[in-house]
């Protein structure tokens, strides 16, 4: 008897075992690096119009910011949101009805600083109490990052963590918990990974002269209410150009013209930054 999803030839058991343990998981170079090229001069084209617009890009820190897209202005986007392996994931951990309900990207410049250890959300009832998973976080970095670009940390195993508190920050009495467990990701261009958004993380300092610019997908389950943070929306146009594996799989606004996005997705307690001893 096999575990493989159907049309995908990706293993239940791995992404399952993945997901649920250490809360992250990768694809190892699934795109050719000529679109993920593509994907970073769009995001570059992208950041530059967002920081013209008032209120264009989120701050998430000093010299680090987050910007919400249309996924068609994405040249890459049908061919990151069809990929076999995304759409495996998504099937085996939210389910077949599940929704991509966020895409956008993180810029950490030169100068960003370490972020404290955080989750991106709290922990929603039927994780904390149910202990199901019911969202995802696709990462794909656009350049080959290198250990001074502020590589992302994230401490494997935490997506289940309950504390007092603030429900995304934990108290810094428990960082030393988490810089125990910390593992530093440094992905190549045509990775992907996915995780649990819940899995406390952290981007670090970015010593270098280059920015590490990441393309964020995000989905949800069916009973998920990540979308009510995002303003997705896609022409009319685009929407019937879409194959179903993923018109079918969208929650957003289909418009007749695309409309400026409002960036809802503000995190107070990241804008700061921590200095680390």
């Not at 502020?150 to 934990?170: K, N, R, S, V, Y």
């Not at 969208?250 to 200095?275: D, F, N, W």
Request: net charge negative; aromatic share 8%.
């Amino acid at each position: 008897m096999t575990s493989l999803l159907p049309a995908t030839g990706y293993d239940l058991a791995d992404i399952m075992r993945g997901i649920y343990g250490d809360g992250i998981i990768a694809c190892r170079g699934a795109f050719e690096r000529s679109l993920i090229e593509e994907l970073g001069a769009d995001i570059d084209l992208l950041f530059r119009e967002a920081q013209a617009r008032p209120g264009g890009a989120l701050n998430r820190g000093p010299n680090r910011f987050y910007v919400e897209v249309h996924p068609e202005r994405l040249r890459g986007f049908v061919a990151i949101a069809s990929h076999p392996w995304v759409v495996a994931v998504c099937s085996a951990v939210l389910g077949p009805d599940y929704r991509l309900v966020e895409v956008g990207f993180d810029v950490p410049g030169p100068g960003a600083m370490h972020q404290p250890w955080h989750r991106d959300f709290a922990s929603p009832p039927e994780t904390a109490r149910g202990r199901r998973l019911s969202s995802l976080a696709f990462n794909i970095t656009t350049v080959d990052v290198t250990e001074d670009m502020g590589p992302f940390e994230i401490a494997p195993g935490t997506q289940w963590d309950l504390f007092g508190g603030d429900p995304m920050f934990p108290d810094p009495s428990l960082w030393p918990r988490y810089d125990a467990l910390a593992e530093r990701k440094m992905p190549k261009m045509g990775d992907i990974s996915a995780r649990s958004a819940l899995t406390i993380h952290r981007g670090t300092a970015n010593q270098s002269n280059r920015s590490r610019p990441v393309l964020v997908v995000g989905a949800d389950a069916p009973d998920a209410t990540n979308a009510i943070r995002h303003d997705l929306q896609i022409s009319r146009a685009f929407h019937d150009s879409l194959p179903p594996v993923v018109r079918e799989h969208l929650s957003c606004r289909v418009v007749e013209r695309l409309e400026p996005i409002q960036q809802a997705h503000t995190i107070e307690g990241l804008k700061m930054g921590v200095t680390m001893s």
